[in-house]
Structure formats: C-alpha cells, structure tokens
C-alpha cells in the first residue's frame, strides 16, 4: 500500500500532506488513510495544531471520478460512509486546523478544505463544487459545511452551477482567511496557527468544541454547551497558570503547560 497521505511533525505542528500525483484526487484508500492520520493528530500529544497541504501544484482537484463511475446505488451507499467518515475525522481534530490551498481545491478537495477551521488559499487558486456537472451533489461534506461558512444562499448558487470562484472572491465570500502568493502559502499557514502551539490546550480544544457544537443547535442549548466546557476549564493547570499571571505579572504574559 503506497503511503498518499502521511503526517509530519515538528514544533508543535502536525502538518497532513496530500500526496497522490498528479492532481490528489481522493479515492477510497487515500480517504482510509486520511481517517488514520486524522486520528493520529488528534491523539498526539506533540501535536498542537495541524495543516493539511496537499503540496506546492495543487491542495486536491476532487474524488477520483473514475473510481465511482460505474458504482451503482448499492456500492455508493456504502462508499458514502467512507467520504463522510474521513471528512468528519478531520473535522473532529480537537486542535486548531488549516487548509494551506494552493491550484485547485475542487469537489471532495474543497470539502476537506471546508473540515478546517482556516483556508490559506494562493493568490492563483482555485475554489468550488462541481457535482453538480456530473448529475450528483457534494458527498463529503460539502453541502452542509458550505453554507455554514458563507450563508445558504451563496452556498446553493456555487453548488447549483457548480462553478470555480477565484482567490479574490473566496476571500469575498469568507472561503478563504488569508490570500498570499503561492510560494508563500503554506509559510503564512504555519504562522496562522504557530501562536496556537503554546496556548492553552485544553481552552483551546474547549473553544472548538464550544463553536462547532453551538452552530448545530439552539442558541438556548448552544450557551448551555459554552457554559459546562467553560467551567470545566477550571479543572486544568492551564487556567491556574493564566489567571494567577494575569493577576501578578498583566495579561498575555503566561506560559501555558497545555494541561
């Protein structure tokens, strides 16, 4: 078994390489793998933030459209759970993400994009969904993570016509968080999330969680959420260390264990 996504590490940073030439598109074991590997992030615990580059050409121009030409409807409501599963596993990273995009994120590539909590995205990028030319929708994600991030109407005219938006307007829209030269992307991407490395962990996975739970219930309920992950925080080092700096030397001046 080739390895088409692997994770690398180094100070602080778990960075998910995309590495299926010529254009990472996301057939079923490259999806095996990114389950595996999102996983390992999470649980490793010399990784405080992640990157998913899919490399200097391109981040992943879509599923691998030959591999599902010709399932049927029984082979594809079993292939579903796998685009959703690996989708979901880097969803639930409990640690800040980002997409560093450059060349295409297009199909299954923008929804892996999508599962982050950032998008680096180069300056020659390109951006959308087009299931929708090939008489299907989004599969992975795409369909419910999209209109979350730029609104419901905006997110059924990109999935209706399936069309590409450029850098400039994903960065319009709120697609993209940051739009850089190529050769800069995944530079800026490590410096996005480079202050997350020492902060708080626990606060910051509570973060994350406190977010992504509340924007899939009631407010009622969403603020109920906050309130039993804020308190919980009070069992950690962490909030100890910050609060007693704070009091003793002003804010931002803690140095954080991550427990």
Not at 14 to 23: E, F, N, S
Not at 54 to 60: L, P, S
């Amino acid at each position: 078994m080739s390895e088409v996504v692997r994770l690398e590490v180094a100070d602080g940073i778990g960075t998910i390489v995309l590495d299926r030439p010529k254009m990472n598109a996301l057939d079923a074991e490259m999806q095996r793998q990114l389950v595996a590997v999102a996983e390992e992030a999470a649980e490793r615990t010399d990784v405080k933030a992640v990157i998913v580059w899919g490399g200097e050409r391109v981040f992943a121009a879509g599923a691998d459209v030959k591999e599902m030409a010709e399932m049927s409807y029984t082979d594809m409501a079993a292939h579903v759970r796998l685009l959703q599963r690996f989708s979901r596993a880097l969803a639930s990273i409990p640690k800040p993400t980002v997409a560093a995009i450059t060349g295409f994120a297009l199909g299954g590539g923008l929804e892996t994009a999508l599962c982050c909590d950032f998008r680096v995205v180069a300056d020659n990028a390109k951006l959308g969904l087009p299931e929708i030319t090939l008489g299907i929708i989004p599969g992975a994600g795409g369909t419910q993570r999209l209109p979350r991030l730029v609104g419901p109407a905006k997110a059924k005219e990109l999935i209706f016509s399936g069309r590409f938006v450029d850098a400039a307007e994903a960065l319009e829209i709120g697609l993209a968080d940051r739009v850089v030269p190529a050769a800069e992307v995944l530079a800026t991407a490590q410096a996005l999330v480079a202050p997350f490395v020492t902060g708080p962990t626990q606060a910051l996975r509570a973060a994350k969680e406190a977010v992504d739970k509340g924007l899939e219930v009631s407010l009622d309920t969403g603020l109920e959420i906050e309130a039993q992950l804020f308190t919980g925080l009070f069992a950690t080092n962490d909030q100890k260390t910050g609060m007693r700096s704070f009091v003793d030397n002003g804010p931002g001046k803690a140095t954080f264990e991550g427990i």
